[in-house]
């Protein structure tokens, strides 16, 4: 996806402070972070939301919770953290190509808002 703001950050043409890469999945520092850490733990390959997974996305699926659990260790979070996508515009989605919230560093209410 040419127009696809995290695809650019995939391909290095807009800049971003990644704290993970592998083959399949990136991880970088949210540009606005809602908690002490707040990372994205984003697939290179462009997938909408995770509405739009399916049964043959198990190995990508499982590569990004590897990713979101190394990060997790990485920034010192043994006391959890919170792993959160949005779907659509009303869950508050902003940008279309599938992303994991890693947040932690601080005590997260419940629900959400
Ligand atoms: P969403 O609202 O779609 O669930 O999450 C999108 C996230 O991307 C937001 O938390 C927002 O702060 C972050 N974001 C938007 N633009 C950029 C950017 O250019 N760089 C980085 N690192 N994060 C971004
Ligand atoms: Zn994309």
């Known amino acids: 996806m040419t127009d696809c703001l995290f695809c650019k950050i995939v391909k290095g043409e807009i800049p971003s402070d990644r704290v993970h890469e592998d083959a399949d999945v ?8 809602k908690a002490p850490t707040h990372i994205l733990v984003i697939p290179r390959r462009h997938i909408p939301d995770a ?3 399916t049964d043959a996305d198990g190995d990508i699926l499982g590569k990004l919770f590897a990713a979101a659990r190394r990060v997790a260790d990485d920034a ?3 006391n ?6 949005n779907i659509g515009p009303e869950s508050g989605q902003t ?3 599938l992303h994991f919230h890693v947040l932690g560093g601080r005590p997260m209410s419940w629900p959400p808002g």
């Open 26 to 33: 990136i991880a970088f520092r949210d540009i606005a972070p």
């Open 51 to 53: 509405h739009a997974l």
């Open 76 to 78: 010192g979070l043994e």
């Open 80 to 85: 959890g953290y919170r792993v959160v996508t």
């Open 95 to 97: 940008v279309f190509h």
